[in-house]
């Protein structure tokens, strides 16, 4: 089995891909920021009169982010335990101490996944957010 799937809860694509792609007994999920579907404004983010991003809240980007994830997973057939490998961008590593204590919360202990986990720094994402994460789940 090979599928495309546009998940009706996550946010439009910014580009020609979907949400997620299923390849047998896996689902890869695209890189999901924190934008809500329908919602003009990207949660955590201030900007000024002009438009320019003053300032963002990291805290408010990765749960909105694991959120995203979490309905996508779900319209797929998914569940939050299936992810098996998580990558995260973030735009500054400054970020990191913030960004890892609210993953422990969404990822550590007791009944929740502990998947395979990459983060790294980039420079820039293709909008201005601070955090985007990509998985791949089992699905049985």
């Not at 949400?19 to 299923?22: F, T």
């Not at 047998?24 to 920021?33: E, I, Q, R, T």
């Not at 569940?79 to 973030?90: E, G, N, Q, S, Y």
């Given at each position: 089995m090979n599928?495309?799937?546009?998940s009706p809860r996550g946010p439009e694509p910014v580009g020609p891909y979907p949400?997620?792609?299923?390849a047998?007994?896996?689902?890869?999920?695209?890189?999901?920021?924190p934008r809500q579907r329908g919602a003009g404004d990207i949660p955590g983010?201030?900007?000024?009169?002009a438009g320019n991003v003053v300032s963002?809240?990291?805290e408010t980007q990765c749960r909105a982010v694991f959120e995203n994830?979490?309905?996508?997973?779900?319209?797929c057939g998914a569940?939050?335990?299936?992810?098996?490998?998580?990558?995260?961008?973030?735009t500054d590593m400054n970020d990191f101490a913030t960004y890892n204590r609210v993953y422990a919360e969404?990822?550590?202990?007791?009944?929740?996944?502990?998947?395979?986990?990459?983060?790294?720094?980039?420079?820039?994402l293709p909008t201005p957010i601070a955090i985007e994460v990509k998985v791949i789940a089992s699905l049985g």
């Open positions: 599928e495309s799937i546009l949400h997620a792609k299923r047998g007994n896996l689902l890869f999920v695209s890189g999901m920021g983010v201030t900007r000024d009169a963002y809240d990291i994830i979490r309905m996508i997973l779900e319209d569940k939050w335990a299936d992810m098996v490998d998580v990558t995260v961008f973030l969404y990822f550590a202990g007791p009944g929740k996944p502990f998947p395979a986990r990459t983060t790294v720094e980039v420079t820039r």
